[in-house]
């Protein structure tokens, strides 16, 4: 193995702290959850600084203290924590190194300060992402570019055993005398399935599979001390970049979502293609109308969310090009000449390969609430075309009976009057046809047969009516 001078990680994390739409006491959760990965001694209360409202950016140890002193449990380490806030992220750099700059190391102490390293954050996983930073002296070796990338591949093994080298391998380039190179992957990890842990989860390492590291090998200890001057400059650059793929990561949970709702949004459509509106039956429409509406706040809810998503995609892959470009502005200041366009690769990328695409769901998933009001509008229209029928075959058989009795009834009146008016003439009434009838087989008593002949007429009139009602309000509502 290499023998090198001075071994550094520095590891940068990035925690969620607010996002629109979040509560107090949710923004309190973040809160709680980056604090897990700071020292036991440390105090929330320190953090008075974080009480701003939108602030852009809060060194959270105050301005004086900035950084706080690490001890690690191997005595000859040393090291600092560096948190911040940045807009709506925690930030918080840490850093290990051996405390003897001038022993000569073999590069395996890389692997030594990363355990140290996840020591102190007790296995506690960043929100929004994270970077390694590898920064060694050459010993002896000569500063060529051979030996400065066998170097840093011994380095990134060092970081990363299972990782490959020629897989994630993105880019090189001098800097301030030593020469940085870039490795990374981002791999979407989320099951065909739906899987509500990672819906309710921001937690970016359930989302997709990423690894970022930096390497940065310099040929003496005056290159590495003016490297280490910018630290801060990286915070803000590197969290526009784990920002970018945070929300490119939520804005996939969100797609699969709609996606989701989308196929249900098929099946009410598919319903009525197939007429199955009148084998529902109301109160099964009424209810699928309901549901309808409620989805369609779910979905309009999860289509705005997405939308913010985009917009932030393209927000922090500005804003990261924008901080490439101070930094270079920075260095120039210092009299320092260092070309920092390879930085601009991933704003390059992250347009085309992450923003178009959500662009293109967007566009996509717009359609789906478009199905959505559709598939309303049907069931509404299918719902108030039964209740108008079952209102209007109400109304006609109401009219039927109404018209029945009172045919009935008058039949009645006439009927009593003109038998007792003649009352008193028995024989005359059994005469009739139906007090013959009731007196000859029903053997109904004299006194009734007058008042029975007046019941058989009314409800046989009121019969009548009311089947020549009904076959007439059949005939207009058949022909209209």
């Not at 570019?145 to 993105?170: D, G, H, M, T």
């Not at 996939?252 to 989308?262: A, G, N, P, W, Y």
């Not at 990261?320 to 070309?339: F, G, H, P, W």
């Not at 009734?448 to 007046?454: E, F, H, K, R, T």
Request: glycine letters at 6%.
């Amino acid at each position: 193995m290499a023998i090198v001078l001075s071994p550094t990680i520095d590891l940068f994390i990035y925690d969620l702290r607010n996002e629109l739409g979040q509560t107090l006491e949710e923004i309190r959760d973040n809160k709680a959850l980056f604090l897990q990965k700071l020292p036991r001694s440390f105090s929330g209360s320190t953090l008075d600084a974080d009480n701003q409202y939108d602030a852009e950016f809060v060194e959270l140890l105050g301005e004086k203290t900035q950084v706080e002193q690490l001890a690690f449990t191997a005595e000859d380490y040393q090291g600092y924590y560096y948190p911040i806030r940045f807009q709506d992220v925690y930030g918080l750099l840490v850093d290990c190194q051996p405390k003897n700059k001038n022993t000569p190391l073999s590069v395996s102490c890389i692997g030594r300060i990363k355990k140290l390293l996840e020591e102190k954050l007790q296995g506690q996983m960043a929100t929004v992402g994270q970077t390694w930073m590898v920064s060694v002296q050459l010993s002896q070796e000569p500063f060529s570019e051979e030996n400065v990338e066998a170097l840093a591949k011994e380095c990134y093994r060092e970081i990363f055993p299972l990782e490959s080298w020629e897989e994630n391998y993105k880019s090189k380039n001098e800097f301030l005398g030593g020469i940085l190179f870039e490795l990374w992957h981002y791999d979407l990890k989320i099951s065909e399935e739906l899987d509500e842990s990672v819906v309710e989860s921001s937690v970016s390492n359930k989302i997709a599979d990423c690894n970022h590291a930096i390497v940065a090998i310099y040929p003496n200890r005056e290159t590495a001390t003016v490297a280490s001057y910018f630290m801060t400059e990286w915070m803000r650059l590197l969290s526009h970049r784990h920002k970018t793929l945070w929300n490119y990561g939520q804005s996939r949970v969100l797609k699969q979502i709609l996606e989701t709702d989308i196929v249900i949004i098929q099946n009410y459509i598919e319903n009525f293609k197939r007429r199955n509106s009148k084998r529902l039956g109301l109160n099964n429409l009424e209810i699928r109308n309901e549901q309808a509406k409620e989805l369609f706040c779910d979905y309009s809810l999860d289509l705005h969310y997405f939308k913010l998503k985009l917009n932030a995609i393209e927000t922090n892959l500005n804003n990261y090009r924008k901080q490439v470009e101070i930094m270079q502005d920075n260095l120039a200041s210092e009299s320092l000449s260092v070309n920092l366009g390879f930085l601009q690769q991933f704003a390059d990328r992250g347009m085309q390969q992450y923003y178009e695409r959500a662009k293109q769901d967007y566009t996509n998933l717009v359609g789906g609430l478009e199905l959505l009001e559709g598939a309303i509008r049907l069931l509404g229209n299918e719902v108030s075309v039964i209740r108008a029928k079952r209102d209007r075959a109400f109304q006609d058989t109401a009219i039927s009976v109404g018209v029945g009795v009172g045919s009935g009834i008058a039949a009645a009146v006439i009927s009593s009057s003109s038998l007792s008016a003649e009352k008193q003439q028995t024989n005359i009434a059994l005469e009739h046809p139906v007090g013959n009838f009731l007196s000859e087989n029903l053997r109904v008593p004299e006194p009734w047969i007058a008042p029975g002949i007046s019941v058989i007429l009314s409800l046989g009139t009121a019969l009548i009516a009311g089947i020549i009602t009904s076959s007439i309000l059949w005939f207009k509502s058949s022909e209209s």
